[in-house]
């Protein structure tokens, strides 16, 4: 950990950049930013009331379900309305500690959006390849466990984040070249040596990533050899399609998040807007396609929202 310097106080205010290069193009990227947090907050609030209301969907992959809209509603809403300010309105300050609180949200829920993915495909993986014990396996009181594990294990994991810059002196310039607060992004403006903490975050965020996405794969894997085995075929197109569009969602979540890792460690030589454009795709799009896939073409949540509607309706 790098000592602390007295003689440099933290700055009281950074000043957030956005997209570099495409600055002149802030108000109309803005206009799908907005469409897609709109969609995720009212697709995401609209499971959580569906589920909430109706007692029938008190099973754990709604259970699930509802964790994993709860965590895309905190990550999407801490990084869409800031950066749409940024964007629309030109609002470039933002306070260091509003920095660093935006900064543990989004790396300690982007960690609980991978881990809610992982209980995700051992649900299914229980429910395909040993339905009869689906309900004893998950029971709620091991849901509730589950759900608490993923939590702790991204607060514990990230909470050093925000303690470790709050201790460094920062010298050069306050101009986050980001259109958010990322910890690499506020690391190199100290002007001490962070190789630890760099490397500490990077190796945490890469470990959880990689041991999430492999166990999800392995999931997935055994719900596949588990579906070319059903008897009915139409059966095993419909599992195939409800597991494929999940499949869709995660590797989008973790193809993109990897991305933005791996950048920071070996590509020196890509593209600060190409960077950052994808770095912005892996908070807005899950959230965004999350309620699409899993509640639109789920369908008893779908059935639920539309009885609703006609009540309202009529």
């Given at each position: 950990m790098p000592p602390l310097n007295t003689s440099r106080p933290s700055p009281v205010?950074?000043?957030?950049?956005?997209?570099?290069?495409?600055?002149?193009?802030?108000v109309w990227i803005g206009i799908p930013f907005c469409s897609?947090?709109?969609?995720?907050?009212v697709g995401n609030v609209t499971i959580l009331a569906v589920v909430r209301a109706e007692r029938s969907l008190h099973e754990p992959m709604f259970l699930f379900l509802c964790m994993l809209s709860?965590?895309?509603?905190?990550?999407?809403?801490s990084t869409l309305p800031r950066m749409l300010c940024l964007f629309w309105l030109g609002a470039h300050n933002i306070a260091f500690d509003a920095c660093l609180t935006q900064m543990f949200f989004i790396h300690s829920f982007t960690t609980m959006e991978s881990g809610f993915f992982l209980a995700m495909a051992f649900d299914r993986y229980v429910a395909i390849c040993d339905p009869l014990r689906h309900t004893t396996i998950l029971t709620h009181a091991r849901i509730t466990i589950m759900g608490m594990i993923v939590v702790i294990r991204g607060i514990a994991f990230f909470s050093p984040h925000p303690i470790l810059l709050k201790q460094l002196p920062y010298c050069r310039t306050r101009i986050?070249?980001?259109?958010?607060?990322?910890?690499?992004?506020v690391v190199k403006l100290a002007c001490v040596d962070t190789g630890a903490t760099t490397r500490y975050s990077l190796s945490v965020a890469s470990i959880i990533g990689s041991c999430d996405a492999i166990l999800t794969v392995v999931s997935y894997a055994f719900i596949l050899h588990s579906v070319f085995r059903l008897p009915s075929r139409e059966a095993g197109f419909k599992a195939l399609g409800t597991c494929g569009s999940h499949v869709c969602v995660i590797l989008v979540f973790y193809s993109t998040a990897g991305f933005s890792i791996f950048t920071h460690r070996f590509g020196k030589n890509v593209?600060?807007?190409i960077h950052i454009f994808i770095a912005n795709m892996y908070l807005l799009v899950p959230p965004f396609l999350n309620p699409i896939v899993y509640g639109v073409r789920t369908k008893k949540i779908r059935e639920h929202v539309l009885r609703a509607l006609r009540i309202k309706v009529t």
């Open positions: 205010t950074f000043l957030l950049m956005g997209i570099p290069g495409l600055e002149h193009l802030h897609m947090y709109v969609v995720a907050v709860i965590t895309d509603l905190v990550l999407s809403t986050i070249a980001h259109t958010y607060c990322e910890f690499m992004a593209p600060a807007h």
